[in-house]
Nanobody
Framework: VQLQASGGGLVQAGGSLRLSCAAS????????MGWFRQAPGREREAVAV????????YYADSVKGRFTISKDMAKKTVYLQMNGLKPEDTAVYYC???????????????????WGQGTQVTVSS
């Protein structure tokens, strides 16, 4: 699976951004795709994850109610709509994918085999 992320940028606190991750490659029937982020000096953490078949989602507590992950099967693209952005959301955001992942591992970065390039999100106060 190849992943191409886009959509980062600079936004003021309270603003919105939408990230996109276009996927290509093997079958998508048992694929899980997600967004992770890593701020300077911090470990990579899960933000939101979605199962391609069925649409089961996972959100980090810190983004629940503000971020929404969705998928467009025709475009083979996963989106992360980020509303109500806060300065603490500033990080490099990465798209990732894995096959046959159980829900309890959705938020575990080491469970993912495929990673896209990062895209910088900066939220100013």
């Amino acid at each position: 699976v190849q992943l191409q992320a886009s959509g980062g940028g600079l936004v003021q606190a309270g603003g919105s951004l939408r990230l996109s991750c276009a996927a290509s490659g093997r079958t998508f029937s048992d694929l899980v795709m997600g967004w992770f982020r890593q701020a300077p000096g911090r470990e990579r953490e899960a933000v939101a994850v979605i199962r391609w078949s069925g649409g089961t989602t996972y959100y980090a507590d810190s983004v629940k109610g503000r971020f929404t992950i969705s998928k467009d099967m025709a475009k083979k693209t996963v989106y992360l709509q980020m509303n109500g952005l806060k300065p603490e959301d500033t990080a490099v955001y990465y798209c990732a994918a894995a096959y046959r992942l159980i829900y309890s591992n959705f938020g575990v970065p080491s469970s993912y085999d495929y990673w896209g390039q990062g895209t910088q999100v900066t939220v100013s106060s």
